[in-house]
């Protein structure tokens, strides 16, 4: 059996990359390839990794096609809503359909670097069909690790107004905090605010008894902190050891604390229930919190919330 060289199993090809490796097409009909789309093998062993997909897709399509939306955040390292799919957008109207892969088209593409819209651009798209409370995680994800900024996606929103998601966008910016630090943690601080209940400073910096804390979610007129913890709190033993120190030091300055778990998160309202209690222990006077129609809106899409039909006469289009 002839030896199967090197490039052809570490990542996916085409025919035409197979014919110069030596490998005929009648030997890609054989058991030691499999076709990912039309024109476009791997060999039979390879573990597909998501740059690995995307890059298979890139061989699939044409070369102006870009890659966008949720499928472009993940590239960068975002590891939430992975979808089966793989979100390409191309200008045009082009009309391709190869398997694992949704082809939007636009009359005009958004900036475009190295195969893929920004990620400000990227962000657009994703607000198009995204829940309320998903946007403002994502966003606040992508202002932190410092893939664009509020004044990048706000330009890009003034520049093509006619784009699909640019509303919804726009929607969502007052509700993004670039120090977030966390996607829980970003979604502890949406069901609170979303709530009505004051909006927190984020991850701000404190020295309580003499110790240097981090709060994620701080109420500084009533000395109470909101935090997230992770499994990574109860499972790393240096994190479980500084955690112990840092809840002394947090009862000794006389601040309240409220942790949210996964498992509490599960349960918003209850969230929202505990935290206010705690507020209003510590003198908050403010009106009670609100779970109705307008707090149930973050966890709709965000085009619910905007209860509108477009103006007649624009032209959506991706991004």
């Known amino acids: 059996m002839k030896p199967i060289p090197e490039a052809l199993r570490c990542a996916p090809f085409t025919r035409a990359d197979a014919r110069k490796q030596g490998v005929s097409s009648r030997m890609l009909q054989g058991q030691r390839f499999v076709r990912i789309h039309p024109e476009v093998w791997r060999h039979r062993d390879l573990v597909m990794t998501f740059a690995m997909r995307v890059a298979a897709a890139r061989l699939a399509l044409p070369?102006?096609?870009?890659?966008?939306?949720?499928?472009?955040?993940?590239?960068?390292?975002?590891?939430?809503?992975?979808?089966?799919?793989?979100?390409?957008?191309?200008?045009?109207?082009l009309h391709l359909a190869p398997p694992g892969i949704?082809?939007?088209?636009?009359?005009?593409?958004?900036?475009?670097?190295?195969?893929?819209?920004t990620p400000a651009a990227a962000f657009i798209s994703y607000c198009t069909h995204a829940r309320v409370i998903d946007a403002i995680k994502v966003g606040d994800w992508l202002l932190n690790q410092g893939h664009a900024s509020l004044t990048e996606i706000a330009e890009l929103c003034d520049a093509a107004p006619w784009r699909d998601g640019v509303s919804e966008t726009r929607a969502m910016l007052p509700h993004l905090d670039a120090g977030a630090l966390s996607l829980k943690e970003s979604e502890t601080r949406a069901i609170l605010t979303?709530?009505?209940l004051p909006r927190p400073a984020v991850n701000l910096r404190l020295v309580l008894d003499g110790r240097v804390v981090i709060g994620d979610l701080v109420?500084?007129?009533?000395?109470?902190?909101?935090e997230y913890e992770g499994s990574q709190h109860q499972e790393d033993r240096d994190q479980y050891t500084s955690d112990v120190e840092r809840y002394a030091a947090v009862r000794n300055s006389g601040h309240a604390y409220v942790q949210v778990t996964k498992e509490k998160l599960s349960r918003p309202r209850r969230v929202?229930?505990?935290?206010?209690?705690?507020?209003v222990a510590r003198g908050y006077g403010g009106p009670p919190p609100d779970l109705g129609s307008a707090w149930t809106a973050l966890f709709r899409p965000i085009r619910k919330l905007l209860g509108r039909r477009r103006a007649v006469g624009q032209q959506p289009s991706a991004s």
Do not use: Y
């Open 63 to 93: 070369e102006q096609a870009a890659l966008t939306g949720i499928s472009r955040l993940h590239l960068l390292g975002l590891d939430f809503v992975k979808s089966d799919d793989l979100h390409f957008v191309v200008e045009g109207d």
């Open 102 to 117: 949704v082809l939007h088209r636009t009359v005009k593409l958004a900036p475009v670097a190295e195969g893929s819209v």
């Open 194 to 196: 979303w709530a009505g």
């Open 219 to 226: 109420f500084e007129n009533h000395c109470v902190i909101v």
């Open 272 to 279: 929202v229930d505990e935290v206010h209690r705690v507020l």
